[in-house]
């Protein structure tokens, strides 16, 4: 659906695990091998995958300053079991945040929008107003005010439902 470009650094995982289902037509990309592969899943972590899925799809609906579609677990409470440790480069001095332990999902989030932060970029991580979408894009815009996934097909039906109703 989404033709803009992916997120920055880590902030594509969390784009594409909120693009794992496609609320439209009910197709969810956990479902498939391909789909837990892309992610680094095995099927027992789906339900887990699901959950945050969800309460991320919430924080970047509240980005773009829509109210969360349904009642969710709060991000805090599913990362917390997340540790994130400060790693140094001692080549260049640069520094990250990884996870403290083995790599789940839930760290691997958690490390990326922790460097979001730090990077600014968090915000601009948005869900699309269109209540049958709610699919994750990266807010590029100047002014940082992006509604829709798409221009061309939900900004369009949505300035077509307003016409119509006039």
């Known amino acids: 659906m989404n033709a803009r470009s992916p997120a920055p650094g880590g902030l594509e995982l969390v784009e594409a695990l909120v693009n794992t289902a496609d609320l439209e037509s009910g197709a ?6 391909e ?4 992610l680094g899943l095995r099927e027992d972590e789906v339900p887990a995958a699901r959950e945050l899925r969800e309460s991320l799809r919430a924080a970047l609906l509240a980005h773009a300053g829509h109210s969360a579609h349904r009642t969710v677990t709060p991000l805090t409470d599913l ?3 997340a540790p ?6 001692a080549g260049d001095g640069s520094a990250a945040l990884t996870p403290a332990g083995p790599p789940t999902l839930a760290s691997r989030v958690a490390s990326a929008v922790a460097q979001a932060l730090i990077a ?31 221009m061309q097909v939900c900004g369009a039906r949505a300035k077509m439902r307003r016409y119509r109703a006039k």
């Not at 789909?35 to 892309?38: I, N, S, T, W």
């Not at 940082?144 to 996934?149: A, H, I, L, N, T």
């Open 79 to 81: 990362l917390a079991p």
């Open 28 to 33: 969810d990309r956990l479902d498939t091998p």
């Open 120 to 150: 600014g970029t968090w915000d601009r991580l948005k869900a699309c107003e269109a209540a049958d979408c709610h699919w994750a894009y990266y807010d590029r815009s100047p002014a940082g005010r992006g509604r829709w996934c798409s």
């Open 84 to 89: 994130l440790r400060l790693v140094f480069d």
């Open 35 to 38: 789909g837990r592969a892309e």
